[in-house]
């Protein structure tokens, strides 16, 4: 299987961005970006779920799964940042095993822009100044996992080779 050059949607796929409020303002960044990412592959427009935070990410993406909603993917996004407590490292922790384990078991893409940092700065520069913007990052990568799934899922039909 190779794949080149930038992912490319189909039309019809509909991917999700599963957002959390908490650190509003990086998520609508990371939003953004996601966005953007996909409108550029040519996915149709996203739907946007907002959850309260880190935490309620893999829950929400979890139903859209099980409940057989018809989507292309799910995009991730949201900032989990350092405070002076231990809270930071049970949220961080806990929120990306979450989403591993959902990405290992769905039947779609489940690509991760969690942010975990030290500080608002170190979050904004991941949202889009000093280092990119991850929800791109991952929108993109969902794009393609999509098209692999595709891809994996026409080998049951065809010669053995996608």
């Not at 930038?6 to 961005?17: K, L, M, Q, W, Y």
């Amino acid at each position: 299987m190779k794949l080149e050059g930038r992912p490319r949607a189909e039309p019809t796929d509909r991917f999700v961005i599963v957002a959390a409020r908490f650190n509003e303002l990086v998520g609508e960044a990371l939003v953004d970006g996601a966005r953007r990412a996909l409108e550029e592959a040519g996915a149709a427009e996203p739907i946007v779920v907002w959850v309260p935070g880190a935490l309620e990410i893999a829950g929400a993406a979890r139903r859209l799964v099980t409940a057989g909603t018809p989507i292309a993917g799910i995009i991730a996004v949201g900032a989990v940042i350092r405070g002076e407590t231990d809270h930071y490292e049970v949220v961080a922790t806990q929120a990306s095993a979450q989403l591993a384990r959902l990405a290992a078991e769905a039947t779609v893409p489940v690509a991760n822009a969690l942010l975990t940092v030290d500080s608002l700065e170190q979050a904004f520069d991941r949202a889009g100044a000093k280092h990119g913007n991850k929800g791109y990052e991952a929108a993109l990568v969902a794009v393609r996992m999509a098209d692999v799934y595709r891809r994996i899922d026409a080998l049951k039909e065809d010669d053995g080779s996608c």
